[in-house]
Every structure is written in structure tokens, then in C-alpha cells.
């Protein structure tokens, strides 16, 4: 081969990598903001110590003393891992400490998600979604039938509309046709809102596109307890929406 051709051969080399790379660097925001994060390899860990040291240590169950350790580093890359937070080198940082604190607030609704009486009683069974907490059951009237359960609701600027809906259309293998990839268990309720089951976590920041993302076996137990015609209520405002 000659030297022009050989140059010309590596130029061509050069263009197809940088489209396949340009082209991995697109998928990977997509696939985080659809709750199906690829699974990380583990990076080094920060020494720095991060704004929210000691509430991280403490949701953790680390020593509490507000001054990063490898200890600490180390547990809080798993809890980023987990969760589709990036990057994922155990800072304790806003984002890390925004989902810890929402777990948290998860947990503290207990068995009486509907203390506040935001969602409506007298609709029968109904399907309810707070924003706030990014939380979700079934009632039927005052009686919780199933949850909550832990849901990712709309980004920044494709926020899940709030009101009273009803769920009009299912599709237990749907496919989105928009993102190219698939929705198990879809119940829309409001336009292409839905819920549906998603492959990654939950909590990975920033949200989805305006569906209720729902672990598998919740979505599953959706599926089984609402119909066409099942009222929807969603309420509240998404942190950081």
C-alpha cells in the first residue's frame, strides 16, 4: 500500500471512530435519563470531602465525624453505582445527598402515605402519585389497597402533568417508538404519560420524560390491580423541577 493510500486509509480509520464514539457519548445520557444506567466500573475515590459529608455518613451508617475517609468513600461509590449517579467517585455532593434525602422522605410516609389527604377518598380506586416525595399507591377510598412505593416522575422541562386523570389505554410490552426502547407494563393516563417498569433504579437523577418509572415487580402489581377507566391523581412538585 502506498503512503497516500495508507494516510487516506487512517484518515477513514479516524472518521469512523469518532462517529462511533460521538455516537456512545449520545446513548449514555439517554439510557440514564430512561432509568437504564449501563452498569459502571468501579472509578477511584475521592479524597475530598464533600458539603453534605456527615448527613451522607450518617444515612449510610458511617462514623459521623464530617471528614471523608476511604471507609466513606467506598460506601458512598456503591450507593452512586446503585443508583445511576454520576460520577462515581464517592464525593458527597449535592446530588448524592438529594437522593439520599428523598429516600428518607420516602420512608418516613410509612403505611399512611395519604396522611395529608392530598390524594382524592371519594373516587374509588385510584391510583396516586406525589411528586414531592416521588411516591405512589393504590387506594381505594381511605383504604390503602397497595404501597407506596418509590416512582421517578418528569425532568426539568418534561415534568409529569399534575391533575385528576384516567388511565385509557394499556400495553403490557409496549415499545416507545419516540426513545426506541421498552415500556413493560404501560398504563397511559395523559397523553404519553405512563407508568411503567424501567430496568434501572428509581433514584438515578435527573427523571424520566413525563412517565411514572416504576420498579419491576411494583409495576407488575399495577398492572394486576388497575384497569381502563381507573382514576389517576398526581400532585405536587418534583425536587429540582
Not at 388511565?167 to 403490557?172: A, H
Request: glycine share 12%; charged share 20%.
Amino acid at each position: 500500500m502506498g503512503v497516500k493510500a495508507g494516510f487516506g486509509a487512517w484518515r477513514a480509520w479516524r472518521r469512523r471512530t469518532a462517529v462511533a464514539l460521538g455516537m456512545a457519548g449520545m446513548v449514555v445520557p439517554l439510557s440514564v435519563a430512561l432509568g437504564t444506567a449501563p452498569a459502571q466500573a468501579a472509578t477511584s475515590c475521592t479524597a475530598d470531602t464533600g458539603p453534605y459529608q456527615r448527613q451522607v455518613e450518617k444515612f449510610l451508617g458511617r462514623p459521623v465525624d464530617g471528614r471523608q475517609s476511604s471507609g466513606d468513600c467506598r460506601a458512598t461509590q456503591r450507593f452512586q453505582i446503585n443508583h445511576g449517579i454520576s460520577p462515581t467517585i464517592g464525593y458527597a455532593g449535592p446530588v448524592t445527598w438529594g437522593v439520599m434525602k428523598l429516600i428518607n422522605a420516602q420512608n418516613a410516609a410509612g403505611r399512611n402515605p395519604n396522611a395529608a389527604r392530598k390524594c382524592p377518598t371519594n373516587k374509588g380506586r385510584i391510583a396516586c402519585v406525589d411528586l414531592t416525595r416521588q411516591l405512589s399507591w393504590v387506594q381505594d377510598g381511605s383504604r390503602l389497597v397497595f404501597g407506596p412505593v418509590p416512582v421517578r416522575t418528569g425532568r426539568d422541562r418534561y415534568e409529569t402533568r399534575t391533575g385528576l386523570k384516567k388511565i385509557y389505554w394499556r400495553n403490557k410490552n409496549h415499545w416507545s417508538t419516540i426513545y426506541h426502547v421498552a415500556m413493560p407494563y404501560s398504563q397511559f393516563f395523559d397523553g404519553g404519560q405512563a407508568f411503567h417498569s424501567i430496568a434501572g433504579s428509581v433514584w438515578s437523577p435527573p427523571g424520566s420524560h413525563g412517565c411514572v418509572n416504576m420498579r419491576s415487580g411494583d409495576a407488575k402489581k399495577y398492572w394486576s390491580l388497575l384497569r381502563n377507566g381507573d382514576d389517576v391523581y398526581v400532585y405536587g412538585r418534583k425536587p429540582g423541577t
